[in-house]
């Protein structure tokens, strides 16, 4: 298995992939189900295949798999599926993601020596993406530590046993589920390697308005937990929590942010500027400035951005 802590201490970045549903519009699928992107692992899962691909041709050193979405509960529900074939829909996930790096490092192909430094990062998304409602972005709800743990411990378990390197525990809104999921992966997957992305109400708390302060400490514990950071909120913000983090933490900073265009609920669209081109580079040096060192993007970025993410970070990496 790869390793993310073994990249990470070689002291160079490590470039993430894009966002997964905004290249699958692009592509023509439809992501409008309950399930978003992860619909697809049952109706088109070429066209994820595709876009690991294109990503990993892009620069990216990380396909971050279709499983967001994809809780065993939520494709139970949503697909009318038994558990253990929704079972194999997560594991068809990160299949898909491991096809897709062995067509890049293709015998025929010049990349064999990057072999070792290509993973796959299984995703977990938050209780929150299961309700579908935006409550990721406010962590309104709250659980039981065992119901976390009965929530979540299927798809971890599905990911792990299909050979993710990774797990990619992202936009993470509350303490409560923060602490639910580090506890139930130290104590039944204690050899995973994980990192943690939150969502933030402003650049010293989380979006259920926990301290940042009290978060870091609450992880600090756990030497499994290998990268912490922010996703899926502005380019803006999401600089801002780094510092913010690297006050609490000497882990390695995580940041992979939305474009910088907004989402209006109500019209149901994206509206504002981009960040791209120089604007992307300066901000890929700012947050590299605070200690950022694994990098990418989601909501509305794309396999361009990541080329510029990677170009960035190789120039950045050189220097060191």
Avoid at 47 to 66: D, E, K, M, N, W
Avoid at 151 to 163: P, Q
Avoid at 234 to 259: C, D, M, Q, V, W
Wanted: charged share 20%; net charge negative.
């Amino acid at each position: 298995m790869r390793k993310l802590s073994a990249l990470l201490a070689e002291g160079k970045g490590v470039v993430l992939d894009g966002a997964l549903a905004t290249n699958l519009e692009t592509l023509g699928a439809d992501i409008s189900s309950a399930l978003w992107s992860a619909s697809l692992l049952q109706t088109n899962p070429s066209l994820i295949r595709q876009t690991h691909a294109s990503y990993f041709a892009h620069g990216s050193q990380v396909a971050t798999t279709a499983s967001y979405q994809a809780s065993i509960p939520g494709l139970a529900k949503h697909l009318s599926i038994s558990e253990e074939e929704a079972t194999k829909y997560v594991q068809k996930s990160v299949a898909l993601a491991q096809e897709a790096r062995d067509e890049y490092l293709s015998p025929a192909s010049d990349k064999r020596q990057e072999a070792q430094r290509l993973l796959i990062a299984g995703s977990v998304g938050p209780y929150g993406a299961y309700l579908a409602d935006g409550s990721e972005y406010t962590g309104s709800y709250n659980l039981t530590v065992d119901q976390y743990h009965d929530f979540h411990r299927g798809r971890i378990a599905a990911l792990l046993a299909a050979g993710v390197d990774v797990l990619a525990i992202e936009t993470i809104p509350s303490i409560t589920e923060t602490r639910a999921l580090v506890s139930l992966i130290s104590t039944e997957y204690p050899e995973a390697e994980v990192w943690f992305t939150f969502t933030l109400s402003s650049p010293t708390c989380l979006s259920d308005g926990t301290p940042i302060a009290d978060v870091m400490a609450a992880l600090r514990p756990f030497p499994n937990v290998v990268a912490v950071g922010v996703n899926c909120v502005s380019p803006e913000l999401a600089l801002e929590g780094l510092k913010e983090f690297r006050k609490h933490t000497e882990k390695p900073l995580i940041a992979y942010p939305n474009s910088g265009e907004k989402w209006d609920a109500a019209k149901r669209d994206w509206h504002g500027g981009k960040a791209q081109g120089g604007e992307l580079k300066q901000w890929v040096k700012d947050v590299w400035d605070v200690g950022a060192r694994v990098i990418g993007g989601c909501c509305r970025t794309g396999p361009e951005d990541v080329a510029v993410v990677a170009e960035t970070i190789r120039e950045l990496s050189e220097s060191v």
